[in-house]
C-alpha cells in the first residue's frame, strides 16, 4: 500500500484577508487548512471570527491578500476572474441560509438557474437530471410547483438540488438550516449527510448548532481569524 493521502479538495496555506484601504483591518490570520475529499466538515466558531470571510474565499467569490488556495489540486489565486467564475461553477456548489430560489419559477427551472450563470445550454440529460435530483429529495410531486408554494424545508431542499446540478466536489453550506425549526433543520442536515455518503460530494457546512456539527466527521473551529486546533 503506497502511503500517499489523496489530494485534498481544497487545500490552504498561509491565507491571510485584510479588509480597508487606509485603515487596514486584518480578519484571517494565516490559515492553513486542508479539507478532504468526499469528507462532511463543519465550520464553527463565534460571530465575528471570520467565517463568512473565509467562506467567501473558499467559494472563489473574493480574493485572499497572501496566501494559497487550492482547489482539487488547483492553484487558484494566480487565476483571473473568468477562470475563477469558470471554476467555480464547475467544482462548487452553494446553499446558503436564505435558499434565494426565484418564487416565480418552478422548482426544476430554480434547480436549472446554475446552467444559465454558466451559459450552458439546456438539454434533455439535463432538465431529466433536474427532475431526478428533485425525486432524491423527496420532491417528485413537487417538481413543477412554483417555488412560492413550497415550504421553507423543500424550499431549501430544491436549493441543494440546485447546489448538485453539476455534481461538484464541494459544497458550501452557510447556515444551511439557520432559517428553518429544529425538526425541518435536523431533516434538511441528515438529507446533505445522506448524500454525502451516497455520492462522495464534499460538504462544508457553518454551523452555530453543536448538535449539528457532532453529526459531521470533523470540526474547524475559527477564533479570530485563527484555525483553533
Ligand atoms: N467587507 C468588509 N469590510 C470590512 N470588514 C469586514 C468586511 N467583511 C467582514 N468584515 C469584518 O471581518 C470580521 C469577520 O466577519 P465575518 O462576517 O467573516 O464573521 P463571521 O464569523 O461570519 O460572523 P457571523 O457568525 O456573525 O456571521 C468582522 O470583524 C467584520 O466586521
Redesign the pocket.
Known sequence: MSGASPTPVLRLRGVR?S??DTVV?E??HGIDLDIAAGAMTALV????????????LLGLLDRPTAGSIQLQGRETTDLDDAALTELRGRSLGFVFQFHHLLPAFTARENVLLPLHARRGRLDRALWDRAGALLGRMGLRGEIDRLASQLSGGQQQRVAIARALLHDPGLVLAD?PTGNLDTVTGREVFDLMRDLNRERGTAFLV?T?DPGLAALCERTIE?VD?RVHL
Open positions: 484577508k479588509y480597508g483591518t480578519v484571517l466558531g463565534p460571530s465575528g471570527s471570520g467565517k463568512s470571510t473565509l467562506l467567501n447556515e457553518v452555530h475559527l481569524g
